[in-house]
């Protein structure tokens, strides 16, 4: 079993295979404080990919870097290369809204604006300028609350608060506005911690569901939910990419010593 | 075996009962000093409330009486060819109106007894008896029953407020004016009635004639301009330094600066007016152009710093969210933060505007205690504000202005207690729970 | 490897390997007491060793539902996950071997009732070469090691060249004495059953690699000749 400074497993997909986001010595620092190190890691196109690791250990620092939501952090400084289909995020040339338009994320803490549901929804499409007309936004708002499974509910009243839904039905209701804008890449950062188990099954079903249309990335801190949900999983420590790997192959028979403490909670 | 267990048996209970012992006597001790910390809130609201409750007695005790204005009721003959009916301004009313008069008392022939009489009407009953005529032209050659206001002075006594029992020396009216006076009302020719003069005219020497109508429009056009000028101004200056600014030094200093802004005495304000915008600009004296741009300064800092708490006070997960689906920062500001922020700004400024409305100080160093009869038709017309308008009634000795002064403050704090609620309903209305 | 955070797991997973250990050590002793049945031809002995057997299904029994219960209420994965999963497996092969012992006291009794058969001998050999074979396997259990478990795994050769030639022997018996035909096949059988729980061993070895590294072994399992299928590699699935 590998207890050395390489990752272990296959972070790196082969050549002939697509992936949609690749990362290479990809180093984040807060001020003098680094917080990623060296991280190489390739994300597959159409799957989910889960992140773990405890406490403090970048796994959410690296999801805010593939849509640059760390650059609204003031000293935080990200260096090395995140690609996107081939193109580099964090050139100059990029725009950061456009990125952000093909990157949805979805938040821990369900976070629906103060508005109606359909507004939530609508936001997106209206300001990137998706729909022509109201009859092509109002199919685009149908079309994204079915997709997350949220339009049976829902239809009676798209004029209510979005913030009068339960916890489970908003962040359905965020999953739904994150899809409205057409993104390629969904990133999910702990989209389950505040719900309760049965809303946690039908979010992971709807991942699941997703999967055809979306490549995936979900940070949690339940491993239960990472072998129920991804394909590929990521285990990160103290700002190193320790192993990434087939799920199966790290809850069955991870490689490196860190993986397994972490998995069988042997930590600490 | 028994006994050792016994004697955990008896341990465990004596143990438990010991702590218990403890936090029983530590638990009257700091139930009294909760008993207390509540008597003294108690006292201290029922010493503001004995404090607020006596300056309402005195105000309201002083003031209600100004709301009642007393006139007499007089006959006046209005011969054909004392009034031309194509320049109805050029009749000599008051001569009319002193002939009425005299009519009641005939007996009253001296000089000095007729003027002491004809200080019984308002300067202003010719007036009154020119509207009569001009509204009714058919009434020349008859007479026409009209209703002239008294002068204060004898307002005063028919309010009570003259003592009878003075020597005749330290009173405003002789012992013949309160005989007259007194004939006047038996023959049931004075009348009360709601004293809609003081709020319909501006202010004037005489204190029957005197009104707050024209303070009322000066304050409004002043607090128009301070509106117009320093909501805008400051949600903008809140929004950049929270929002956009970058996080420098430089930026810290803006920030204190503004804090201590809030705690400059208002009159300073008063001072940098006159120097720049009276002598340097040139603006008009007096103007509410001027008292509004003064009170601008004034209330600025007051609505920055509410602002910013506003916007500080949405949630950044809101902010992430817009940010997260393309919005760009303007975007995310504008169509998510400010909507948010917006009742605590609306409070903000609602205060700000209560307490520019109070203000006296800077306004008096731009000029605005002249003594303006008009009511003013704009902002660049010369007035004054209720405030001042206070401090200037304050000054004069008459009676009936002391009455009106209080009738006066009794208006304005009506208006502050109005602002205020209406500052603290808006708040409710729209809290948000996140 | 530091233990569990949370001790009643740790503690759990180490009831678990008692049960195995305590489990493996009374079939160990099955084996040995039906063996010494035969060779001592002692049907007290051989009665005892078919009653104790039903001890050895009931700890079957108590690791069956140990299991799942730790699967249900733990969530475990990686080594945990195989451990459990191999002590479930590893005590089905344990109630196996005491089966198998126990056939071979019920044949000991009824063998005692017949006058002694020469080829007797190498059923002890074969017996002791087989006691090994377990004890060893429960040590690499116990101890978790691969290379013990892989060499008792390619021992199992000689039980089965042991039992080819047995075989042989047996068959040349029956043909000289047609009395000899019955109490000749009871040896068979137990010879049988005794190559069966060399087998079994060797299934517990299997498992023991995959508990400890994930993996099966690559090779083959190596074989000895079997005397049925004279010629040709392999026999009926082990």
Same mark, same amino acid.
């Given at each position: 079993m590998a207890d050395t400074q390489t990752t272990a497993g296959t972070p790196l997909v082969a050549q002939g295979d697509a992936a949609k986001i690749e990362a290479r010595d990809c180093n984040v620092f807060y001020g003098e404080k680094q917080a990623l190190r060296n991280i190489a890691l390739d994300i597959k196109a159409n799957e989910v990919t889960s992140f773990i690791g405890p406490s403090g250990c970048g796994k959410s620092t690296f999801l805010r870097c593939l849509n640059r939501m760390n650059d609204i952090i003031d000293g935080c400084r990200v260096s090395g290369s995140i690609t996107l289909d081939g193109e580099d995020i964090y050139h100059r040339r990029i725009d950061v809204v456009q990125l952000r338009a093909r990157i949805g994320m979805v938040f821990q803490k369900p976070n629906p604006f103060p508005k109606s549901i359909y507004e939530n929804v609508a936001y997106g499409p209206r300001i990137h300028g998706l729909a022509r007309n109201k009859t092509d936004l109002d199919e685009i708002v149908h079309t994204s609350l079915e997709r997350a499974g949220l339009l049976g509910e829902v239809k009676d009243r798209m004029d209510q608060p979005g913030t009068g839904l339960s916890g489970g039905q908003q962040q359905r209701l965020c999953i739904a506005r994150a899809i409205a804008v057409n993104p390629e890449v969904i990133l999910m950062d702990e989209p389950c911690s505040a719900l309760d188990p049965i809303a946690t099954a039908k979010i992971e079903e709807l991942i699941d569901e997703l999967r055809e249309n979306y490549t995936i990335v979900i940070v949690t801190h339940s491993m239960q939910q990472a072998a129920r949900v991804s394909q590929r999983t990521a285990f990160f420590h103290l700002g190193n990419l320790v192993e990434c790997n087939d799920t199966e192959q790290i809850f069955t028979n991870p490689q490196h010593k860190l993986t397994q403490g972490y998995i069988t909670g042997r930590f600490g | 075996m028994d006994t050792r267990s016994a004697k955990a048996a008896r341990a465990a209970p004596s143990g438990r009962s010991q702590i218990a012992e403890t936090v029983n006597a530590g638990l009257r001790r700091r139930y009294r000093a909760e008993r207390r910390f509540r008597a003294y809130g108690i006292i201290a609201i029922l010493v503001a409330l004995g404090m607020l409750a006596t300056l309402f007695v005195t105000i309201i005790g002083k003031g209600y009486t100004a709301f009642w204005q007393h006139s007499l009721e007089l006959n006046v003959a209005v011969p054909a060819d004392a009034v031309n009916p194509q320049d109805l301004g050029s009749a000599n009313y008051l001569g009319l109106l002193r002939d009425a008069l005299q009519a009641q008392f005939p007996e009253v022939d001296t000089r000095q007894e007729r003027r002491a009489l004809f200080a019984m009407l308002s300067d202003g009953a010719p007036y009154a008896l020119q509207d009569a005529v001009?509204?009714?032209?058919?009434?020349?050659?008859?007479?026409?029953?009209v209703q002239v206001a008294l002068d204060d002075d004898f307002d005063m006594l028919a309010k009570g407020h003259i003592d009878a029992n003075l020597p005749e020396a330290q009173r405003r009216l002789s012992d013949a004016q309160v005989a007259w006076y007194q004939a006047l009302a038996e023959r049931g020719m004075i009348e009360g009635h709601f004293n809609t003069t003081l709020f319909t005219s501006g202010d004037s020497r005489q204190a029957e004639m005197s009104g707050i109508w024209g303070a009322v429009v000066g304050s409004f056009f002043t607090l128009a301009v301070t509106l117009a000028l320093s909501f805008p101004i400051g949600v903008a200056t809140a929004v950049y330094l929270e929002e956009f600014a970058p996080k420098n030094r430089f930026t810290d200093l803006i920030e204190v600066n503004i804090n201590n802004l809030a705690a400059v005495p208002s009159i300073v304000f008063g001072l940098l007016g006159l120097a720049v915008f009276l002598q340097f600009f040139g603006l008009p004296r007096s103007a509410p152009l001027v008292g509004g741009l003064v009170l601008t300064l004034m209330t600025l800092p007051t609505i920055i710093i509410a602002s910013r708490a506003a916007l500080k006070s949405v949630p950044p997960s809101i902010r992430e969210a817009a940010l997260g689906l393309g919005a760009s920062k303007l975007q995310m500001i504008l169509h998510h933060v400010l909507p948010l922020a917006m009742p605590g700004m609306l409070t903000g400024t609602i205060i700000g505007m209560a307490q520019a409305l109070g203000e006296s100080a800077p306004l008096l160093m731009i000029g605005m205690v002249a003594f303006v009869v008009d009511i003013p038709n704009g902002p660049l017309d010369p007035s004054t504000v209720l405030p001042v308008?206070?401090? *200037?009634? &304050?000054?004069?000795?008459?009676?009936?202005?002391?009455?009106?002064?209080?009738?006066?403050?009794?208006? *304005?704090? &009506?208006f502050l207690v109005f602002m205020n609620a209406a500052a603290?309903?808006?708040r409710k209305k729209f809290e948000r729970r996140w | 490897m530091v233990g569990h955070t949370v001790r009643s797991f740790e503690e759990e997973l180490n009831q678990l390997t008692n049960i195995i250990v305590r489990m493996g050590g009374l079939a160990e002793a099955q084996l040995a007491g039906a063996?010494?049945?035969?060779?001592?031809?002692?049907?007290?002995?051989?009665?005892?060793?078919?009653?104790?057997?039903?001890?050895?299904?009931?700890?079957?029994?108590?690791?069956?539902?140990?299991?799942?219960?730790?699967?249900?209420?733990?969530?475990?994965?990686?080594?945990?996950?195989?451990a459990i999963v191999g002590a479930l497996k590893i005590s089905a092969e344990l109630e196996r071997i005491g089966d198998y012992a126990a056939n071979v006291a019920k044949r000991a009794?009824?063998?005692?009732?017949?006058?002694?058969?020469?080829?007797?001998?190498?059923?002890?050999?074969?017996?002791?070469?087989?006691?090994?074979?377990?004890?060893?396997v429960l040590d690499a259990y116990v101890e978790r090691d691969v290379e013990k478990a892989m060499a008792v795994w390619r021992r199992d050769k000689e039980v089965d060249e042991l039992h080819t030639s047995l075989f042989r022997d047996l068959v040349s018996v029956m043909m000289e004495d047609p009395r000899n035909i019955t109490p000749s096949t009871h040896l068979m059988f137990i010879a049988k059953s005794i190559e069966r729980i060399g087998d079994h061993a060797t299934n517990v070895a299997e498992t023991i690699q995959f508990v400890v590294k994930g993996t099966s072994p690559t090779e083959r399992r190596p074989k000895g000749r079997d005397s049925a299928f004279d010629g040709e590699q392999g026999d009926d699935k082990a």
């Open positions: - | 001009a509204e009714d032209p058919s009434v020349i050659g008859r007479s026409v029953t308008q206070i401090f *200037l009634w &304050a000054d004069s000795p008459e009676r009936a202005f002391v009455e009106r002064t209080s009738a006066a403050i009794m208006v *304005l704090l &009506a603290v309903w808006l | 063996i010494q049945a035969i060779v001592r031809r002692d049907s007290d002995l051989a009665a005892r060793m078919i009653a104790g057997d039903a001890r050895i299904d009931e700890m079957e029994q108590e690791v069956h539902a140990f299991t799942v219960r730790l699967l249900a209420l733990r969530q475990p994965f990686a080594d945990d996950l195989r009794l009824v063998l005692n009732q017949a006058p002694p058969v020469k080829p007797v001998a190498g059923i002890p050999q074969m017996g002791r070469l087989v006691q090994e074979i377990v004890n060893d």
